[in-house]
């Protein structure tokens, strides 16, 4: 594998309660992203990073922060998690030049239930 | 707003069959498109096309850009049981904070012996 870690794998918790998923990298990779994958949705970006305490927006990301104090570690929170975020997290990572196979690689992904 | 569509959703062949994946896209400031395989884990990656016409193959799976009409097609001939997976279809971005990819919901693809 690439080298990614997510903690924990699975998680289950109830509504209201916060969440904090992990990613952790040893390609010192500068961009790392996190997506939820839930069906008739695909992939969705919900925040990303392009440096250390660089980060940005996605296209789902109300209702999750994200902080990266070390170029290894991404971190994802659900401040008062939903039942609508229960899904599969994945984080991803890239060099960012998209060249030859310099390519967006996935962690295993983490499955989060919010009853 | 970027758009990715991808056809079939979903797709039920038999062994020896030949696939033909279909991925439409809008995207602004687009570079490239990428093709994921999808078992039932993370997607790990198949293709990136850059070229329009240019065709990429890996053994039995090929696929080809066409940057005029905005669409990728991704075969897969002889197919086999292993081959059975969702395909991502994700088109690539310039943005001024990097790349921005943005996925298409998947083909489901089961082959079956």
């Avoid at chain 2, 997607?43 to 669409?71: C, Q």
């Amino acid at each position: 594998d690439a080298g990614i870690t997510q903690s924990p794998r699975h998680k289950v918790t109830e509504t209201g309660t916060p969440v904090t998923l992990r990613c952790h990298q040893t390609e010192n990779h500068r961009y790392m992203y996190w997506y939820r994958q839930d069906p008739g949705h695909g992939l969705r970006l919900i925040h990303y990073s392009y440096g250390v305490k660089d980060t940005d927006k996605g296209e789902v990301s109300d209702g999750y922060s994200v902080s990266r104090s070390k170029t290894e570690d991404f971190l994802l929170t659900l401040e008062s998690a939903t039942s609508s975020q229960t899904s599969v997290y994945f984080c991803a990572i890239t060099a960012g030049t998209y060249s030859g196979a310099n390519v967006l690689t996935f962690g295993a992904g983490s499955r989060l239930t919010v009853l | 707003e970027d758009k990715v569509v991808q056809s079939p959703l979903s797709l039920v062949v038999h062994e020896g069959d030949t696939v033909t994946l279909n991925c439409s896209y809008e995207v602004t400031n687009f570079r490239s498109l990428l093709w994921y395989k999808q078992e039932k884990k993370a997607p790990t990656f198949l293709f990136m096309l850059t070229s329009s016409g240019i065709e990429k193959k890996s053994g039995r799976l090929s696929s080809i850009l066409d940057k005029k009409e905005l669409f990728s097609i991704l075969n897969i001939t002889a197919t086999q049981t292993g081959d059975s997976a969702v395909y991502l279809c994700a088109p690539l971005a310039r943005e001024t904070s990097g790349s921005r990819l943005t996925f298409g919901e998947g083909t489901q693809l089961t082959v079956n012996p």
